[in-house]
């Protein structure tokens, strides 16, 4: 019986340290390190046409160590102009939430989010997360209780929810697929 448990067990504690090395081994590097990606977002509200233009710069910005063992490849994006971050289309103070009616927002936004440089780049740990790629996201912020101020997640939005509630029209919005990278 004894016997039994040891040659049951050293399996076990072989896949367990294979599974445990992965988890803490580097990840593989891209063999496309560097691009860009135009894009394109032409929007109406409230009767003038607005257009969203520029490229989003992505680099590779090499290995890094999360939580001083876990390994995780980091990238960077910008814009060719040199703004980073989201590009808000619309910004209001005290108005209700869509997302809770009856609640006051100290301030909402919509914003285009326009992508991730994991997902232009082909990283394949981004390639299934929705919130990667380019699109229209709404974000609020609201007090709650004494002074304590919350923000919502960002919740995306589509083209018809950006009418109904904002009165955004999305006349266009194109942008780069990813590329096709390798990781050795």
């Not at 490229?55 to 994006?77: H, N, P, Q």
């Not at 971050?85 to 326009?114: F, K, Q």
């Not at 912020?141 to 004494?146: G, L, M, N, P, R």
Request: glycine share 6%; with cysteine.
């Amino acid at each position: 019986m004894r016997k039994l448990r040891y040659i049951i067990s050293i399996p076990i504690a072989i896949i367990l340290l294979t599974t445990l090395a992965g988890c803490f081994a580097a990840p593989k590097t891209p063999t496309i390190e560097y691009g860009e990606f135009p894009f394109r977002f032409v929007y109406e509200l409230n009767g003038e046409i607005y257009i969203v233009e520029d490229t989003v710069v992505c680099e590779f910005r090499g290995i890094m160590t999360d939580l001083g063992f876990l390994k995780s490849r980091r990238w960077s994006e910008y814009l060719k102009n040199g703004r980073s971050g989201w590009i808000t289309l619309l910004r209001d103070e005290n108005v209700y939430s869509i997302l809770t009616p009856d609640r006051l927002n100290t301030e909402i936004s919509v914003a285009l989010r326009y992508g991730t440089a994991e997902y232009y780049m082909g990283d394949p740990t981004a390639q299934n997360m929705t919130h990667n790629k380019p699109q229209v996201w709404y974000l609020e912020s609201y007090d709650e209780s004494d002074r304590v101020s919350y923000s919502q997640w960002p919740t995306a939005m589509s083209d018809e929810q950006l009418e109904k509630h904002f009165g955004i029209k999305v006349i266009e919005f194109t942008f780069s697929d990813p590329i096709k990278n390798e990781f050795k």
